[in-house]
């Protein structure tokens, strides 16, 4: 038994009103980051004791995920986290699990995409787990290359999957099944479930904060293929954010042939703090901020030990341009922003994220936020977009 206090949700701006697809400067990564500062909010994340991120579409199977979300979610780099491979069993087993304050994150690229983020065992509604029953009916699977291939038999995971393991339940009546599609999951819930976008990890996340919008409690069901996991969420108050941009058609971009740059591990090191966690260097002497930190302050020329102190996510549009012509290994056409942020006088170059390249315009408002920037070589480098405000309805809460 566990509780929880608060859901974040994250989704790409991209798609259709009723399936989400990632940019090419999104995956599994930038997509739980999103959702984890949605779920942290305004609170303090140092009271995050733990992170557990559950995904079957890590990009860097080898490791090398935990400490980009850690960065990302602004969390100590000593805070415990773990990957697990799952959907949205695994997500319900693990919130109803948190012993101390856990961010639990599914997190779903492929296919039809988002996040979600659920912080537990802070209070808020109970929920405890009341089944399970963990079977084998592999219909989707995947070779060493990562190519899928789907059995293709709905019938049969119906019929001798998700229905005899809910027989094997007791024939439990939820009031959303997260995993399955809208209408396996309309056939097993009692009244209308809400509709879901996603069918992976992030499934429950997306069920549990839907319930939370209507004041509801009750059973909620979490399937993976023929697994299944039955918990009873309590009465309890739930704050939901919502980072959820409202959906667009993803623009037509050209893969130029061709590799990018080719990586370099060590810069890829030293910069890997003050550029995802967003940090610049402030001088010991006059207090002059440097971003990306310098050894020698570019004000005073003191060589004093500079203070790592976080920059404002939120800017203004200082200066752009749109980049028409291809560069191997890159779709382009493609804009770069200068953002000013906030009134630091602290000016990033960046890459537009989240609107048609040219869209934006000098003096937009929008904010940073955590985007995959290349991939080079098979390494996922992480780094800021620019996310114009113009992106978000206005009826949608905005992540800070
Ligand atoms: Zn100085």
């Not at 119906?158 to 995993?179: D, H, I, M």
């Not at 929008?366 to 996922?380: N, T």
Request: hydrophobic share 40%; charged share 20%; with cysteine.
């Amino acid at each position: 038994m566990s509780t929880i206090s608060r859901i974040g949700t994250a989704l790409p701006p991209w798609g259709t009103a009723t399936a989400r697809q990632v940019g090419d400067d999104e995956d599994a990564v930038t997509l739980a980051v999103a959702a984890g500062l949605a779920a942290i909010g305004d609170t303090d994340p140092n009271v995050i004791n733990q992170v557990v991120v559950v995904s079957r579409d890590f990009p860097l199977l080898e490791g090398g995920n935990s400490a980009a979300i850690l960065a990302g979610l602004g969390l100590r780099e000593d805070v415990r986290i773990s990957e697990t491979i799952g959907g949205s069993p695994a997500v319900l087993d693990a919130v109803a699990g948190a012993v101390h304050t856990t961010l639990v994150i599914g997190t779903d690229a492929a296919g039809s995409a988002g996040a979600s983020a659920i912080v537990c065992g802070a209070g808020g509604a109970p929920l405890g787990i009341t089944g399970r029953v963990t079977r084998s009916m592999p219909v989707v699977t995947r070779d060493a290359n990562g190519n899928s291939s789907d059995y293709a038999d709905p019938r049969l995971l119906r019929e001798r999957g998700v229905n005899e393991s809910l027989s094997r339940l007791g024939t439990p009546t939820p009031l959303v099944a997260a995993g399955l599609a809208a209408r396996e999951a309309a056939a097993v819930c009692t009244g209308t479930p809400p509709p879901l976008l996603t069918v992976g990890a992030s499934a429950i996340g997306f069920a549990i904060a839907a319930l939370a919008d209507q004041g509801a409690a009750g059973q909620v069901l979490a399937a993976e293929q023929a697994t299944l996991v039955l918990a009873e969420l309590g009465a309890g108050s739930i704050t939901v954010a919502r980072d959820e941009p409202s959906a667009r058609p993803r623009p037509d971009g050209k893969l130029a042939p061709g590799s990018s740059v080719s990586v370099s591990l060590s810069a890829y090191e030293r910069a890997f703090d003050p550029k995802l966690r967003l940090e610049a260097g402030k001088c010991g002497s006059c207090g002059e901020l440097s971003y990306p930190p310098r050894h020698r302050c570019i004000e005073c020329g003191s060589e004093k030990p500079t203070l790592l102190v976080p920059l404002p996510r939120h800017g203004v549009v200082y200066s752009l341009a749109t980049i028409r012509v291809p560069v191997p290994g890159l779709i382009s056409p493609y804009t770069v922003v200068i953002v000013e942020l906030g009134d630091t006088g602290v000016r990033t170059l960046v890459r537009l994220t989240g609107a048609t390249p040219g869209s934006v315009k000098i003096d937009d408002t929008g904010s940073l936020v955590f985007r995959l920037v290349a991939v080079r070589q098979g390494v996922p480098d992480y780094g800021y977009g620019f996310l114009p405000d113009s992106t978000f309805t206005q009826n949608k809460e905005v992540a800070a």
